[in-house]
């Protein structure tokens, strides 16, 4: 079916993303932080940034917040753990452990969304505010 093909492209496609990630990063002298926490996720959710936008530019400005926040829901309460099973079944340790800035990171950014999506509702200026707190983030990743 179309949808085992596209899983398969998707897999394959992956596995040349995550073999050409250290070269990459070898070469810029980027670390691995950044690489994780900034380039990879923008790259892996294109599709869904893109979606996101197009619904967007439609007027539908809650289906575009739900993929967003939906999108990071499903990664802290799906796939992690998942991953974690899959590392037991492989025999590759995954552990959650994180870097106390990672930490620090996550609440801050977590904090300033619960801020802005407090009131139901959004505005342009809400999302430049996101953006600059993204922009923000990625700044600190590269140079710490």
């Known amino acids: 079916s179309v949808l085992t093909l596209a899983t398969l492209a998707v897999a394959v496609e992956s596995e040349m993303l995550v073999g050409a990630v250290e070269p990459m990063?070898?070469?810029?002298?980027?670390?691995?932080?950044?690489?994780?926490?900034?380039?990879?996720?923008?790259?892996g959710n294109a599709a869904e940034h893109s979606a996101a936008v197009m619904v967007a530019r439609k007027g539908n400005m809650d289906l575009a917040f739900q993929i967003a926040l939906g999108s990071s829901t499903q990664i802290a309460l799906l796939v992690a753990p998942l991953l974690i099973l899959a590392g037991i079944v492989l025999g590759t340790g995954?552990?959650?452990?994180?870097?106390?800035?990672?930490?620090?990171?996550?609440?801050?950014?977590?904090?300033?969304v619960a801020m802005i999506t407090q009131d139901g509702e959004t505005h342009w200026f809400e999302g430049v505010q996101l953006l600059a707190v993204y922009a923000m983030i990625a700044v600190a990743v590269f140079f710490i």
């Open 25 to 43: 990063t070898q070469a810029l002298g980027l670390s691995h932080t950044f690489v994780g926490l900034i380039l990879i996720p923008i790259v």
């Open 94 to 112: 995954m552990d959650l452990v994180f870097e106390p800035f990672q930490v620090i990171l996550l609440g801050l950014a977590t904090a300033v």
